[in-house]
């Protein structure tokens, strides 16, 4: 059975970084497209970022562009979501994602991002200005 457990979250002022982790564990990372979604207060959830399996391909919301950089690095079963530049309007719990497919996590499909299989418990991020 696939388990996320993502790490990396806290409180930054506005202008700061931070490294969101999230590992893998339960099945072969390598053949999981990962991502990531967050959820504000009071709003719905959001994607943000997926990667493919292998890590060649990726696919951004357009309001992270620029901003954000994820990463694999499967011989540590986990992925990565670097954040820059923060803004408060980023401030949310983020979600790893995970589905058994090569394309990226939510790719578009019909219209519509596929909803990935599995999640994770979510870590907070905070930004203050």
């Known amino acids: 059975q696939v388990q996320l457990v993502e790490s990396g979250g806290g409180s930054v002022q506005a202008g700061g970084s931070l490294r969101l982790s999230c590992l893998l564990s339960?099945?072969?990372?390598?053949?999981?497209?990962m991502g990531w979604f967050r959820q504000a207060p009071g709003k719905e959830r959001e994607f943000v970022v997926g990667?493919?399996?292998?890590?060649?391909?990726?696919d951004y919301a357009d309001s992270v562009k620029g901003r954000f950089t994820v990463s694999r690095e499967n011989a540590k079963n986990t992925v990565y979501l670097e954040m820059n530049s923060l803004i408060p309007e980023v401030t949310a719990v983020y979600y790893c994602?995970?589905?058994?497919?090569?394309?990226?996590?939510?790719?578009?499909?019909?219209?519509?991002?596929?909803?990935?299989?599995?999640w994770g418990q979510g870590t907070q991020v905070t930004v203050s200005s």
């Open positions: 990667i493919s399996w292998g890590g060649g391909s990726t």
């Open positions: 994602a995970a589905d058994a497919r090569s394309v990226p996590v939510a790719t578009m499909e019909g219209g519509r991002r596929y909803e990935p299989a599995y």
């Open positions: 339960g099945r072969t990372f390598s053949r999981y497209a």
